[in-house]
């Protein structure tokens, strides 16, 4: 990835993150750990949130009123660089949690605390003994939709039409129509039965198993709104026009208690996620706002793709985002640095979503300059042929007219 976790960090505080470790809860620097949050949920599948935030020490950090405000001033900045993008960010719950594990004693001691209070809160910290199952969705998602500029309109920067482009798509996305396994489901039904019945299905016709357990599919339908054909038509003057193309593959998971409601929402949010994710890091990307010269008709931009990859032990898969032009590899770089797991090459699903060829796209968005040209000349040719005539048949009555008096 282009982009570094100290990229807003000041340069003292890059001074102290580039060390291996940090003396006190009073050196930890704020903004690092606000930009490690941000990356963090960009990988995360929709429904599961940064809760907080896990400290290590040899010392019971929440034992100190000074710890305690360092780190609710750092929840707070993290909870601010969250809430700029609300379709990345959906969760805006002001409580927190704060996990420690005193490295000496081996004890853990997790608080709640809200935001606005320095009221701590005591929470149950339990393990279990077996790992949590999850029912796993995939679905994919095709976008063919053109955004018109109107000319009226004041100029707005690239980012401000991505944004306005991710809503109207959220929109769209809230209000479509979710079909599981190819079945209307009720909102009560247990995912349980769904997924079991799947299971032995598919092990009637091959004994077919995913290694990430049983997929199950979804479809989305966008409902179609009827138009009154008494409401007036309003024509809008654009001068320019944004096109979505292409599809976005879906991933996400929900607990294994859940039911049909639970997982309808946590799909929208993944694709939402997902989508507000590529749209950021491309923004973000950018050296400059593109203004694009006259014979520049159309401009390309490749949002980063999506790859999965599997975290050891566990069934639920994480998000990145590559670039054109990068390599999957380039993800466990990412993921490594980010979640401090050493992940193999294997675990990487990296054909999932694929690369534009934007000859392709120029060919298909391509303005015929040379037809224009020609017919243009054909109109002058045209016009000088009807001016050749004219001239001839003049020419041809001034040789009439001199005979016809010759012979009178």
Known sequence: MEETLLSSTTKSEQNIATENHIKAVKDIPESWIADHAKHVIRMLPGGIHVLGIFIVGPKDILHNNNNIQKLKFILTTMQKSLSCNKYLCEDNNEEHLILNLNSVTQKYTCKSIEIHNEILKPVDWNFQDKATKWHQFETFVNFDHLFLIATNEDPESLKKQLQNILKSISDIIESSFVVIEGEVRSSDDRLELISKDKKDERNCRNNEKNNNG??????????????????????????????????????????QKANVEEAIVVIKKDIIRSLASRFEMHWDSLIEEENGSPEEYVTLHEPPRRVLVGLPDSKVIFSDYIFPGEVPQEALLSLEEILDLEIRKCNIQKDIEFEADPTEFYSQNKIDVKTVDLNTDSFGNYQTQIYIASFSIAFLFVILAIIVEKLY
């Open 214 to 255: 049983q997929l199950i599919k979804i479809h989305l339908f966008v409902p179609c709104h009827e138009q009154n054909l008494n409401s007036d038509v309003r024509i809008t003057s654009c001068n320019a026009s944004i096109r979505l193309v292409g599809q976005l593959v879906s991933r996400s998971f929900v607990h």
